[in-house]
């Protein structure tokens, strides 16, 4: 068959972004569908850009990062407003906007403005016009999933789009359904504004997949600024008042609140797709399934990104859409899915690599933890950090790292020197002879090291 195009991909957030320039890259013919006037999808015009650059405005103006250094009372700004963070949002948007739209131009992605849907396997309806492909890849991201009976109104009753988006002032008091990652980002972002937060969810942990002790540490931190935790609750009813909202929970309790924020989870956003038409379907929540290169159940079409589900960060979702396209042309590429990052953007930010202790106590690998926490570095003090820290978990028998985790400034960034040293098979060893420059948080692997190594040292004597 002619096709118009070789790739057609829906959706331009990072899988699709990175699906269409990987082909591109091989002189591929393609297409890029956006239903949105703009490009970037969810990350970048409503999700990952937005609140990361409103969380950082935030650190900034309420300067919660110098306290241990000014006083408990410092602040850069007395009164904080939506507009002061909304006017550094629209800046960073819509530089990224540009810089996306400007590599997919440069690449020769033809752009196709319009809602897709499938006519057929191999054929596409952009706004009724009919497009062919010879290999598809669906990226259509996710949307917060709603809960059947409860009236959102884009004011007080919000989900995560309308927090970002539609949100007019900032709440004094904030109930926050869900302890998942954007709830306990959002949590911590308007705590550190002064809002009284209280985080209901139905599960008795919050963030499971992340390091017991790094989760508690955050909770500590949370509590710290008067975050009120209710885990084991379910919300039955939230009723609309003139002076705020009522949520009920099924124990029976009341929580009043000047806003509720949904934060339960989302759904891949495949509703408008026909997917039937091409021979798909999604599960419940919008989901398509996809073997481990990312192919669907027809052979040519391929979904990457939140649309597939977990982990649904966009990181994960660019290698994936990578990943993708490059098996549709038959390009060779290696990958190494059991070290993607984890980044959760809370205040302080969480961040890690590998296994956790819990994991690896169930599989039965023996291993030792070593610590640093940023408080003994000079770095630390002079930036006034002082609950960080960097925990490395070590094999007691080969002396490789098993897990990076990390908490506090800058532990996005800093989990990447555990991560290539994993990925290169490095030992603890490395580590304990590598000179890092002073003062910088990187010296934190060093301390770890240390101290991982000291203990397994001590192991290794008593076990002679």
Same mark, same amino acid.
């Given at each position: 068959m002619s096709f118009d195009y070789e790739l057609v991909v829906i959706g331009s957030g990072p899988a699709g972004q990175k699906a269409a320039i990987q082909a591109a890259k091989l002189r591929k013919k393609v297409a890029l569908v956006e239903r949105r006037a703009v490009?970037?999808?969810?990350? $970048?015009?409503?999700? %990952?850009?937005?609140?990361?650059?409103? !969380? &950082?405005a935030i650190v900034y103006l309420t300067g919660i990062g110098q306290r241990a250094i000014y006083g408990e009372d410092y602040r850069l700004k007395d009164e904080i407003s939506i507009s002061d963070l909304a006017a550094r949002t629209r800046y960073v948007v819509e530089r990224e906007r540009k810089v996306i739209r400007d590599q997919l131009l440069r690449n020769h992605v033809a752009l196709l403005d319009g809602s897709a849907s499938f006519v057929d396997d191999h054929t596409i309806a952009v706004d009724g016009k009919a497009v062919t492909a010879e290999k598809i890849v669906i990226a259509t991201g996710s949307q917060p999933a709603h809960q059947e009976g409860i009236a959102f109104n884009s004011r007080t009753i919000l989900d995560s789009d309308d927090v970002v988006l539609r949100?007019? !002032?900032?709440?004094? %008091? @904030? @109930?926050?359904?869900? /302890?998942? $990652?954007? =709830? $306990? &980002?959002?949590? #911590?972002?308007? /705590? /550190?504004? =002064?809002?009284?937060?209280?985080?209901?969810? =139905?599960r008795r942990e919050m963030l499971e997949f992340c390091d017991e002790e790094i989760v508690e540490a955050l909770r500590y931190h949370l509590r710290d600024l008067n975050v009120i935790f209710r885990f084991g609750e379910v919300v039955t009813r939230v009723d609309e008042h003139e002076s705020g909202t009522l949520t009920t929970l099924a124990s029976g309790k009341r929580i009043p609140a000047e806003a509720v924020f949904y934060s339960a989870g989302r759904q891949g956003a495949t509703a408008d797709l026909a997917l039937e038409n091409a021979g798909l379907e999604a599960d419940k929540r919008g989901r398509i399934a996809v073997d481990e290169r990312y192919r669907t159940a027809v052979p040519h079409i391929y979904a990457a990104g939140d649309v597939i589900g977990f982990p649904s960060l966009a990181a994960t979702s660019a290698e994936q859409g990578r990943l993708a396209s490059a098996d549709a042309f038959g390009i060779p590429v290696t990958t190494i899915p059991e070290l993607l990052p984890i980044g959760i953007y809370s205040i302080p930010e969480i961040s890690f690599v590998g296994k956790t202790e819990a994991e690896l106590t169930e599989a039965s690998i023996p291993y030792e933890v070593g610590v #640093? *926490?940023? !408080?003994?570095? /000079?770095?630390? *003090?002079i930036l006034g950090e002082t609950h960080g820290l960097v925990k490395l978990l070590v094999s007691q028998d080969e002396r490789t790292l098993l897990g990076v985790h990390a908490f506090g400034t800058g532990a996005t960034e800093v989990v990447h020197i =555990?991560?290539?040293v994993m990925g290169l098979g490095g030992t603890v060893d490395y580590l304990v002879e590598t000179v890092f420059n002073y003062p910088t948080l990187a010296e934190a692997y060093k301390v770890a090291a240390l101290d991982a190594a000291n203990k397994l040292r001590e192991v290794s004597a008593l076990s002679t």
């Open positions: 490009v970037g999808g969810n990350c $970048v015009n409503v999700g %990952t850009i937005p609140s990361k650059t409103i !969380r &950082e949100l007019e !002032r900032i709440p004094s %008091t @904030l @109930l926050i359904v869900g /302890a998942g $990652v954007i =709830g $306990v &980002e959002f949590a #911590s972002m308007f /705590a /550190a504004l =002064g809002t009284k937060v209280t985080i209901v969810d =139905g #640093s *926490h940023y !408080r003994e570095l /000079a770095r630390g *003090h =555990g991560q290539a």
